[in-house]
């Protein structure tokens, strides 16, 4: 059976739409969604409806966890100053725009979902807000998938979709006996194969272009399909300049990548 893989919405309706019209069209009716759907985009509670609507199982995401908890955490990767107002700016229209019955929602979203050997989380097991970039260490990488025991976990939060697979893993202990301390036998365990596969983004995409994507699992045969999936860009980004959010953010969209200010500032404290 082929279930769809869905992350980071960012209140991006248009994109939404293409995406779910996408996945009916291969007639999947098992859809996952791992979380973060507001923030950036302009239309919170229009997505959060269509989620709501079509009972798709989700994940709490870090900009939904915000949302309900405040920014008290510092756990951000802002940038700049500039970067972190922008954020700030859309946490606090996202937070007047929602109603309280989707605000409600969102809290009562899980951080994690498990079904048999899979884990669909957004940022990793540990947290909404890490990241697990692709090219993360090998047994970073691992040790999040075995010590959630799964054999695949899904996540999203880095906008950028890929498939990685963590073979010929292998941990070696030194095991010593009371009886004789300066004696130390060697052991070997070998691991088994385990997958991280990241959705990248429906509504925020930053692997280079600006088509919305997800995946698709085959449960079966364990295949793994990265759809990408054009949308209505411009309808978005006229939406983000009407309603006041910051023009930088349909900007970005129409590029297909993050764009924030690099400065090595070492004036700036994250007020979270």
């Known amino acids: 059976m082929a279930h769809a893989v869905i992350s980071c919405l960012h209140a991006n309706l248009a994109a939404l739409e293409a995406v779910l019209s996408d996945i009916d069209q291969r007639a999947i009716t098992t859809i996952t969604c791992l979380g973060d759907l507001v923030g950036y985009g302009p239309q919170p509670n229009e997505v959060v409806n269509l989620v709501r609507e079509r009972s798709i199982p989700s994940c709490q995401g870090c900009w939904d966890e915000d949302i309900i908890e405040g920014l008290n955490a510092c756990e951000c990767s802002y940038p700049s100053q500039l970067a972190e107002r922008r954020g700030h700016q859309a946490h606090q229209w996202t937070a007047e725009q929602l109603s309280e019955e989707n605000k409600a929602f969102l809290a009562s979203l899980p951080m994690t979902l498990r079904r048999d050997r899979l884990l669909f989380v957004h940022g990793s097991p540990n947290s909404q807000h890490e990241y697990l970039l692709?090219?993360?260490?090998?047994?970073?990488?691992?040790?999040?998938?075995?010590?959630?025991?799964?054999?695949?976990?899904?996540?999203?939060?880095?906008?950028?979709?890929?498939?990685?697979?963590?073979r010929d893993g292998v941990i070696r202990v030194r095991v010593q006996t009371p009886a004789d301390p300066q004696a130390a036998a060697e052991r070997e365990m070998a691991l088994p194969v385990r997958r991280i596969v990241n959705a990248g983004s429906v509504g925020e995409p930053r692997h280079g272009n600006t088509h919305a994507t997800y995946v698709i699992h085959d449960e079966a045969t364990g295949n793994v399909e990265i759809r990408e999936v054009p949308y209505d860009v411009e309808r978005t980004c006229r939406a983000i300049v009407e309603v006041g959010l910051p023009p930088v953010f349909a900007w970005r969209l129409r590029h297909g990548f993050e764009y924030a200010e690099r400065a090595d500032d070492a004036s700036h404290v994250c007020e979270r």
């Not at 950028?160 to 963590?166: A, G, K, M, N, T």
């Open 134 to 166: 692709p090219d993360m260490d090998a047994f970073a990488a691992l040790e999040r998938v075995q010590t959630a025991d799964a054999d695949t976990l899904f996540c999203g939060h880095t906008h950028r979709p890929y498939v990685r697979e963590l």
